[in-house]
């Protein structure tokens, strides 16, 4: 039984038609890259390192996955910014912001365990439950836990996405973007981020409610009126 041949597309045979096509491919690159566009003129000067980030009260740490019921690599090295940022004087309060969505699976109490294991009391860690996405995250911080001011925590490919959403949420922000190894995994997130962009522009741009809002929590107030 013979396979039936696969037709190749067929490209315009006039020279209007190809230029046409040049046209279209080239709109269509320019509006893949708007969002990234808009995203690095909202964060230019809001990206710093660990040394040299402001003294702010609350640092935001955005959860990162779970390898057996474990911090996975990446969201330990997030983690691990954060408690040398607490070491150092640089931050009072630390919220840990992620998915519970399952009870078998809880980053925020995962989060808050290897920080009090690396220094940072347990009385300076406030958990958001809900935290199912970037978006969510930002705007839980602010209309959920009244952060209006925050150093933001993440890897370096996704520390503008989340800069430029809790801006427009309402948290004045500065990233730290964690270094790590350019291996598949970065790559990935890399990648990852040209189609997450397409999202925040559009999350900036309606406001969406997050998933779950639920009533406002005096956590973080308190920790910080018990920091001094």
């Known amino acids: ?21 040049i046209q279209a491919v080239a709109a269509a690159c320019v509006l893949a890259l708007l969002p990234a566009t808009w995203m690095h003129l909202v964060t230019g000067d809001r990206l710093r390192t660990t040394a040299d980030v402001p003294r702010t009260g609350v640092a935001v740490v955005f959860g990162a996955g779970l390898w057996e019921g474990e911090p996975s690599p990446y969201l330990a090295h997030r983690l691990d ?23 078998e699976y809880d980053e925020p109490d995962a989060m808050r365990a290897y ?4 220094g940072v009391p347990d009385g300076r860690i406030v958990s958001d439950y809900a935290g199912f996405d970037t978006w969510d ?20 490919f996704h520390i503008r996405r989340a800069v430029a959403l809790c801006q427009e949420a309402g948290v004045v922000s500065y990233g730290v973007g964690v270094d790590e190894r350019h291996d598949a995994t970065w790559y990935y997130g890399g990648a990852r981020e040209v189609l ?3 999202k925040a522009a559009l999350d900036a741009f309606f406001e969406p409610d997050p998933r779950f809002l639920g009533p406002e929590e005096p956590g973080v107030a308190r920790a910080l009126a018990d920091a001094g």
Not at 115 to 118: E, F, I, P, W
């Open 81 to 103: 910014a954060a408690a040398g940022l607490y070491r150092e004087g640089r931050i009072e309060v630390v919220l840990v912001t992620g998915d519970n969505s399952r009870e």
């Open 1 to 21: 039984m013979r396979r039936p041949r696969l037709r190749r597309p067929r490209l315009p045979r006039t020279r209007t038609g190809r230029r046409r096509l």
């Open 115 to 118: 920080l009090v294991r690396h």
């Open 137 to 156: 995250s930002c705007v839980r911080a602010k209309r959920i836990f009244g952060v209006d001011r925050a150093v933001l925590i993440s890897q370096g």
């Open 196 to 198: 997450a962009a397409g």
